[in-house]
């Protein structure tokens, strides 16, 4: 009797153990399925470049919860992190690696052409802008 109480007491253990991590992977998979279900509408094109944006910020901010230390400082680089890794994801870096830095220039300067655009009262077309934005949005949603 004593040692089926022992196993009962892993099995429950194990099964509490897996459950957490099924709920880390429900929340990852949540924060994943949000520019998906967007590009689905069409509404940005290149919306599903953020999945992997959403998904970091769903791990990131699994793991700065349940840290004892977080400070304010480390929730605000998560924070700006998403801002980066939005213009990263957005102007197709992770989708094509060995051109990143020529990517991720021609995205800083198309944000910058936008900016001046629409400063000076005029109106611009180009999706990374809004892309940006929404990619922002949803990392910090899902942070």
Do not use: C, K, Y
């Not at 953020?50 to 990131?60: C, D, F, N, R």
């Amino acid at each position: 009797m004593h040692r089926n109480s022992g196993l009962i007491a892993m099995a429950e253990e194990a099964l509490a153990h897996a459950q957490g991590r099924l709920g880390d992977m429900a929340v990852v998979a949540l924060a994943v399925m949000l520019p998906l279900a967007l590009a689905e509408s069409r509404w940005v094109p290149g919306m599903e470049l953020l999945a992997p944006v959403t998904g970091i910020a769903g791990i990131l901010g699994l793991a700065l919860g349940r840290s004892r230390r977080t400070s304010a400082w480390a929730w605000l680089g998560a924070f700006l992190a998403g801002m980066v890794l939005s213009l990263l994801a957005a102007g197709g870096v992770f989708s094509h690696p060995a051109e990143a830095l020529g990517r991720l220039m021609q995205g800083v300067r198309r944000l910058q052409w936008w900016a001046t655009v629409v400063w000076l009262g005029g109106s611009n077309d180009d999706p990374l802008a809004p892309l940006v934005a929404a990619g922002w949005t949803m990392w910090t949603a899902s942070l």
